[in-house]
C-alpha cells in the first residue's frame, strides 16, 4: 500500500515563509513526476509546482520566484520551500506522485492547510 504523508503546513504571517515536506512509502519500484497542488473551498485544485525524476521543475506564474521544489528520490520524498507568503497562498496544499508499483500511478497526500494573515 503506497501513502504520500505531508507535514509543514500552518498560519504565518504574510512575507513569512514555510517549508512542505511529502514522503512516500510502501512498496514503491520508482516515482516519476512529484508535485504539489493547491486548493482552496469553492475552487478547482490547482497545480503550484511540479518536479520531474530528473529535476527538471515547473511553476505556477502566481508562485514563481517565491516558491521552490524540490526532492529527495533517497528518501522519496519533495519539498516546497515557500517565500515571500501572501493571503491568497492561504489553502489546502496536496502531494501528488507518480508511483509505479506493479502499474504507474498517481497518489495524492491527505492535504496540509496553510494559512497566511495579512
Known amino acids: 500500500q503506497v501513502q504520500l504523508v505531508e507535514s509543514g503546513g500552518g498560519l504565518v504571517q504574510a512575507g513569512g515563509s514555510l517549508r512542505l515536506s511529502c514522503a512516500a512509502s510502501g512498496s514503491i519500484a520508482s516515482i516519476n513526476a512529484m508535485a504539489w497542488y493547491r486548493q482552496v473551498p469553492g475552487n478547482q485544485r490547482e497545480l503550484v509546482a511540479q518536479?520531474?525524476?530528473?529535476?527538471?521543475?515547473n511553476y505556477a506564474g502566481s508562485v514563481k520566484g517565491r516558491f521552490t521544489i524540490s526532492r529527495d528520490n533517497n528518501k522519496k520524498s519533495v519539498y516546497l520551500q515557500m517565500n515571500s507568503l501572501k493571503p491568497e497562498d492561504t489553502a489546502v496544499y496536496y502531494c501528488n506522485a507518480d508511483i509505479a508499483t506493479s502499474r504507474l500511478k498517481a497518489y495524492w497526500g491527505q492535504g496540509t492547510q496553510v494559512t497566511v494573515s495579512s
Open positions: 518536479i520531474t525524476s530528473g529535476g527538471r521543475t
